[in-house]
């Protein structure tokens, strides 16, 4: 490949590919999810690390509370005792306070025992309440302080109203133990302390401590129960947090689903919107854009090349071997032209059969031709499609900036100016030039000259007699189509036909010279047919078959009188529909001519398959015809006989000279027309010459007159 192709100036990514930095919805979700489960799961977490101590701590809180008013509540029931009943019976002598109440009739306890009796009573619910002292009471004898007590007692002397509490595990099992300063708070008490004989101290008085009333509390079971109680929730948390994970990592999976189809429809919603279906190239859209950005480029050079591509005779391509074969071709040609370039060069698909090439950063109109002869080259073998192999070839018209443009509008129009140019000169390739945009002004006022010039009453029709070449008689008459432009005189048919096609109005043009033909053909004499010739898209027209009816109504010409010709193209469209017309137009009496015969593709075939009355041999035989061992003398009676052997006439186009003549009787054909016989004539001296043969009568044979 060329190296300038290889070397262009790249500025940065290609209009239209520069990458967007942008955060996608699929990152957004999975940041959502993924915070989501990562906060729970730390809450779970922290949950599952404080739950237990907090449940625990909570457990025992509530042993202590409840140690605490057992205490309370025995407080006030021996305060109750003391006061309410002992007062009672203290000087009764039916009543002993001792410490042997249980075994003695009469005995009552003194508020020590009946503390150890309650106590006694409440160890059924796990709570044990002592009183002690370093103090030795009766029946206490020297039995000593635990740790515990030990502690209490030191730190209560200093705080009375302070609570010791402290936990301990005793035979396995977990116990809290607390204890409250013993007070003297009654003047008995204090009495009794200090006049009983066995009483180590005798100078007690109110507020002072005696003693501890500790409280022990078995909180073994409440613990495992908050332990158990504390797993079961962490569990649960645990479960709800993997279930909770679980699905919102289903919801994320089905939305990262969601998102990616969406986002994949995105990208081919955007991929369409700039890239051709068919053959996978950028379109319009992508070639505007990257124009439209190579021009804008601030301070670097604008100098490119866009090079229009059009693929020669690509609709009769493909409407002869169908769609499949036709995208075959474009998607090869398009992959052949791709695979000569590199970015920044740009091949983008914009109609049809056309492609656009934008070559960035090059004006060398040398290098240009030697790429352009290297395309052609790539193009030339034949692509294999389903029909078979395909050679195509191409057409292109190259513009370059900035002397052909400097905008992209300019730019594309001077290129497809120098493709249609190409096309009409036969050229496989021409770059842009000055003189074209005058040809390209003409032709855009031809075509608004054209639109008026049926009502401005510019067009007439002139006849070509068809001759019987046996007696040199006029056997009918081709209506031609003329049109008379006010500044440019006579326009050649082959110039306006064309366009009037393009604007749509060949329908109302080609009815119009119906029905002129008609009017003067109703002024011949009965034995003289008149020809005309329907173009392609008038043929391909859903009302053909009763306009030419009304036409005929309006102006009484006879059916049978009347000779459409008709050429390849105008059938190659849809056979079967082309078949159904032809049958009602012979159906109502219309002759019906197959034109210029051997310039097609499948003249034989369109023979067999369509009714025709007239077989009309292309001019390019009959030339041929005068010229000894020629091929196209022997093409010229071979359809002369074969026309013979399906029972059509055959009229020879274009005889010129008396030689051409000689041949074309020789052969064995019927009628012809031609310059030699008569050129076209306006309908005023084609009615004189019809009204001096009437006249003269039979003439010498055409033949002799040749001779």
Known sequence: MFSFVQTFASTGPPPGTAPRLRVTAIWRIWTLIGSTIAGIGVAVAVIAWQLPETMRAGTIDSAYYAALEAAEQLRVTRAYYTDAVLAKVRDHKDFTLTHEHKSSAAGLPIPASFVKDVSEALRQRNIGIDLVSPYPWPQRGTAALDAFESDAWEALKHDKSMIFRRQETHDGERWLRIGLADVLTRQTCVDCHNNHPQSVKRDWKLGDVRGIMQVRKNIEQPLQEAESRAKSIIGSLASAWLFTAAALLLAGFGMHRRTREKEKTQQRIEHLAFHDPVTGLGNWALLSERLQSFFSRPGLSQKCAVVCLDVAGFKEINEMLGHAAGDQILQCVGGRL?????????????????????????????????????????LAEPIQTSAGPIAVKIVCGIAMAPRDGNSEDNLLKNADLALQNAKAEKKTWLHFEAAMNAERHRQLQLKNDLKKALERDEFAVHFQPVYDLATNRITAAEALLRWRHPQLGYVSPAIFIPIAETLRIIDEIGMWALAKACEEAMHWPARIDLAINLSPVQFRSPTLVQSIASVLSKSGFPAKRLELEVTETALIHDEKIASEILQDLRASGIRVALDDFGTGFASLSYLH??????????????????????????????????????SMETTAEGIETPEQLERVCSAGCKRGQGFLLSKPLPAEEMAKLLAAEASVGACTPATEQAA
Not at 343 to 369: M, Y
Request: net charge negative; glycine share 8%.
């Open 609 to 646: 398959a369509f009714p025709f009355d007239n077989l009309k041999i292309d001019r390019r035989f009959t030339g041929d015809v005068a010229r000894s061992q020629s091929r196209g003398a022997a093409i010229f009676g071979s359809a002369v006989a074969l026309a013979h052997t399906l």
């Open 338 to 378: 791709e695979g000569l370039f590199k970015r920044p060069a740009t091949v983008v698909r914009t109609n049809a059969d056309e492609f656009v090439l934008l070559l960035p950063d090059e004006d060398d109109a040398g290098r240009i031709d030697a790429l352009m002869g290297e395309i052609v080259s790539t």
